[in-house]
């Protein structure tokens, strides 16, 4: 498994609470592109939407990937198991629970999304957060020395 990107504010803003991994449909040009590291996941989002068939499908939005001929922010279908999706659907009704992007990796040769079920943190949630990870470098660091 190689990873390709990680989405750095992700960890900032949000309290991962479940995961998963999906495929993603792609071009040509776009694999290649994802290949040589030209995607970002900065702002990208997911969301469950019915599809031409009717049923419940996931969708990655925002996400730029850098090609010469198509959109680079157009929206990509993702590849989940009907039932991971009943299963998210359920999560995302709950108050606070989004769906984003974590990171991007190629797994045999496949472009791969890791979707996270994420909660908004609030303001004081992210400094106390900050604080945590603050002491713990500090307890790492005279370990460390010792």
Do not use: W
Request: aromatic content about 4%; proline content about 1%; some cysteine.
């Amino acid at each position: 498994m190689q990873i390709i990107t990680k989405n750095k504010i992700l960890k900032r803003d949000y309290d991962i609470v479940g995961r998963i991994e999906a495929g993603v449909v792609l071009n040509g040009e776009e694999i290649k592109s994802i290949r040589a590291g030209r995607i970002n996941l900065k702002g990208s989002y997911v969301r469950i939407l019915n599809g031409k068939s009717g049923k419940s499908e996931l969708f990655l939005m925002g996400c730029h990937i850098h090609t010469q001929n198509t959109d680079p922010y157009r929206t990509r279908k993702l590849l989940v198991r009907r039932s991971e999706i009943r299963a998210l659907i359920g999560k995302t009704t709950e108050k606070g629970l989004t769906l984003v992007p974590i990171s991007v990796y190629l797994k045999n040769g496949k472009a791969k999304v890791e979707v996270g079920v994420a909660k908004g943190l609030k303001k004081l949630d992210k400094r106390e957060k900050i604080k945590k990870e603050e002491v713990q470098r500090r307890l790492r660091r005279l370990v460390n020395k010792n």
